[in-house]
C-alpha cells in the first residue's frame, strides 16, 4: 500500500464529510391534527368492520335458529312416512277380512313403535302404580281393594319425549278406604 505524504502511517484519511447530529424538531400542530384524524379514520374503519361482522353473524345465528325449527322434525316425519304408507296400503285392500285388516294393523304398530323407540317416545301406562301428579292426570276416584292413590284404570295412556311428558296418562285412581 502506498502511503501519501500528508498521511501519517495507520492513519486514515479524513472525510470531508461531517455528521451532525439532527436536532430534535417537535411536529407542528397541523401533522399531530393530521395523525390524529388518521388514527381516528382507522379506528372507525375497524369499527364498522367489526360491527358488521357481529351484524352479519347474529343474522346467520337467527337464520340457523329457524331453519332448525322448522326443520327439527325432518328425521322424525321422514319415518312416520312408512307408518302412513301402511295404513294407506291396508286400506286400498278390497277383499279384506277381518283377519287381515287385524294383522295389518298390528304390522303398522309395531312399525309406529318402532318409530318411537327410535325416537326416546316412551309410553305411560301407570297401572298399578302411585298417581303421579307430573306423569298422570286424574279424571276421577273409584272404590278399589287396592292401596289408595294406585292407579286402577288407565283411560289413555300418556307419553314422553326424552323424560318431558308429551301427553299424561288419563288415570282413575283408587279411593281411600273409610
Given at each position: 500500500?502506498?502511503?501519501?505524504?500528508?498521511?501519517?502511517?495507520?492513519?486514515?484519511p479524513?472525510?470531508?464529510?461531517?455528521?451532525?447530529?439532527?436536532p430534535?424538531?417537535?411536529?407542528?400542530?397541523?401533522e399531530?391534527?393530521q395523525?390524529?384524524?388518521?388514527n381516528?379514520?382507522?379506528?372507525?374503519d375497524?369499527?364498522?368492520?367489526?360491527?358488521a361482522?357481529?351484524?352479519?353473524?347474529r343474522?346467520?345465528?337467527?337464520?340457523?335458529?329457524?331453519?332448525?325449527?322448522?326443520?327439527?322434525?325432518?328425521?322424525?316425519?321422514?319415518?312416520m312416512?312408512?307408518?302412513?304408507?301402511?295404513?294407506?296400503a291396508?286400506?286400498?285392500?278390497?277383499?279384506?277380512?277381518?283377519?287381515?285388516?287385524?294383522?295389518?294393523?298390528?304390522?303398522?304398530?309395531?312399525?309406529?313403535?318402532?318409530?318411537?323407540?327410535?325416537?326416546?317416545?316412551?309410553?305411560?301406562?301407570?297401572?298399578?302404580?302411585?298417581f303421579?301428579?307430573?306423569?298422570?292426570?286424574?279424571?276421577?276416584?273409584?272404590?278399589?281393594d287396592?292401596?289408595?292413590n294406585?292407579?286402577?284404570?288407565?283411560?289413555q295412556?300418556?307419553?314422553?319425549?326424552?323424560?318431558r311428558?308429551?301427553?299424561p296418562?288419563?288415570?282413575?285412581?283408587?279411593?281411600?278406604?273409610?
Amino acid at each position: 500500500m502506498e502511503q501519501n505524504e500528508n498521511t501519517a502511517p495507520n492513519e486514515q484519511p479524513a472525510d470531508n464529510t461531517v455528521e451532525q447530529a439532527a436536532p430534535d424538531v417537535m411536529p407542528s400542530m397541523e401533522e399531530m391534527l393530521q395523525k390524529a384524524e388518521q388514527n381516528a379514520q382507522e379506528h372507525h374503519d375497524a369499527w364498522l368492520r367489526a360491527k358488521a361482522e357481529s351484524e352479519n353473524i347474529r343474522r346467520r345465528a337467527q337464520e340457523d335458529v329457524s331453519k332448525a325449527q322448522k326443520f327439527a322434525v325432518e328425521r322424525f316425519s321422514n319415518e312416520m312416512l312408512a307408518v302412513m304408507d301402511s295404513l294407506q296400503a291396508g286400506l286400498a285392500v278390497e277383499t279384506a277380512t277381518v283377519e287381515s285388516f287385524k294383522s295389518g294393523m298390528e304390522l303398522t304398530l309395531k312399525q309406529l313403535t318402532t318409530v318411537f323407540e327410535k325416537f326416546n317416545i316412551k309410553e305411560i301406562n301407570p297401572i298399578g302404580e302411585k298417581f303421579d301428579a307430573h306423569q298422570h292426570q286424574a279424571i276421577g276416584m273409584v272404590d278399589s281393594d287396592q292401596e289408595a292413590n294406585t292407579v286402577v284404570t288407565v283411560m289413555q295412556k300418556g307419553y314422553s319425549l326424552s323424560d318431558r311428558i308429551m301427553r299424561p296418562a288419563l288415570v282413575m285412581v283408587a279411593k281411600a278406604k273409610e
